[in-house]
């Protein structure tokens, strides 16, 4: 384990405290995100990220920035699927453009919360028993099967364990009331719509989290590592969700290249148990390697997906359909034009 300076603990949570209220008020304001605004945001979360990183090779060393590149890379390549879910729950709810990006906020701060809770319990695990490992591996080659099948998945935002308990715990109204989680009925709290999005939201983090949590550990088990670098890939998903929300269908290669890196990791997940529990003399997959193989396939699928057509019709990554309501001319205008958005029509019944 990295004997971590305190002080670059509290660099890192300083970073991401003043990063997030920068973001919340400089969004404070109800607004549809252009692509423009969400590409300076996605290059400012990423300059950050690698910013850090260099911060972990001069005080960690390079086997450590090496470690956490990778860890940072994998998991924004994984993040990809969120991005996918993202437009399914959306489009469930009809949520009002202008609100995406306020659900997202407080969306990414409960991943944080959760993710956080998951890598602490998978590095203490590792650290006790190595023999984990091989049923991580197999977690993700059964996610490369997913990935990799024709058959598309169903996926009902609305009947997700988390909403169903919000429902159960509050009461939550058929209409939006702006950018509120909360109204008062008759006296009574009650929540909107809005807020059972977010619940949609943390709870596909969660399913995201049985791929992603194993992934990371193969690429290190340190704690400090595996959570900064999580970290940093989350807090980039809302402006790369804006970038990319109108041109994820044409993505049409990259289950491939996700599987293709899933694979990866689970084999580097068993060299790594096997090297530990059955004999030194089997190799292990360095950081650098992994770092190679995984921006490569990653830019490869985007390379193809670019310039190749879509060899059948595939589903979105996860098999989560892609249509996302498209805001009328009006509804933009008022989103960019005052500060809170007029009221929103009530949410059809599912």
Do not use: C
Not at 43 to 69: N, R, S
Not at 103 to 125: C, E, K, T, Y
């Amino acid at each position: 384990m990295l004997e971590v300076p305190l002080w670059l603990w509290v660099a890192f949570a300083a970073t991401v405290v003043v990063s997030l209220a920068v973001d919340l008020l400089a969004h404070r304001s109800a607004h549809v995100i252009g692509f423009k605004e969400a590409a300076a945001w996605s290059g400012l979360w990423v300059g950050l990220a690698l910013v850090f990183g260099a911060v972990v090779f001069l005080v960690l060393g390079t086997t450590a920035g090496t470690e956490y590149t990778t860890a940072w890379l994998l998991e924004k390549s994984l993040s990809v699927d969120n991005l996918f879910v993202f437009a399914v729950i959306f489009g469930y709810f009809k949520v009002p453009r202008a609100y995406q990006h306020r659900v997202l906020f407080f969306g990414v701060i409960g991943a944080l919360v959760f993710r956080g809770i998951f890598l602490s319990l998978g590095v203490a695990v590792v650290s006790r028993f190595t023999a984990v490992l091989y049923a991580f591996a197999a977690v993700l080659f059964y996610s490369t099967y997913k990935l990799l099948r024709e058959e598309e998945e169903t996926f009902d935002p609305g009947n997700s364990f988390a909403v169903r308990m919000l429902r159960r715990i509050i009461p939550v109204r058929d209409e939006y009331a702006g950018a509120k989680f909360f109204v008062r009925e008759a006296g009574k709290l009650v929540a909107t719509p809005l807020l059972a999005v977010v619940a949609a939201i943390e709870a596909a983090d969660l399913i995201f989290a049985v791929d992603s949590v194993p992934a990371v550990l193969a690429v290190s088990d340190d704690a400090f590592i595996v959570y900064t670098s999580n970290a940093f890939a989350i807090l980039g998903l809302r402006a790369l969700y804006f970038m990319l929300s109108g041109l994820l269908d044409r993505f049409h290669y990259l289950n491939t290249g996700l599987a293709v890196i899933l694979s990866f990791i689970g084999i580097k997940l068993i060299l790594q148990a096997s090297h530990k529990m059955i004999s030194p003399a089997i190799p292990e997959i360095p950081s650098p390697v992994s770092l190679a193989v995984i921006a490569a396939v990653l830019a490869l699928s985007i390379l193809f997906s670019l310039r190749l057509p879509a060899p059948n019709h595939q589903p979105g990554v996860g098999g989560a359909e892609t249509e996302q309501t498209t805001a009328s001319e009006d509804d933009r205008q008022a989103g960019t034009e005052r500060d809170e958005p007029p009221d929103d029509p009530p949410r059809p019944s599912h």
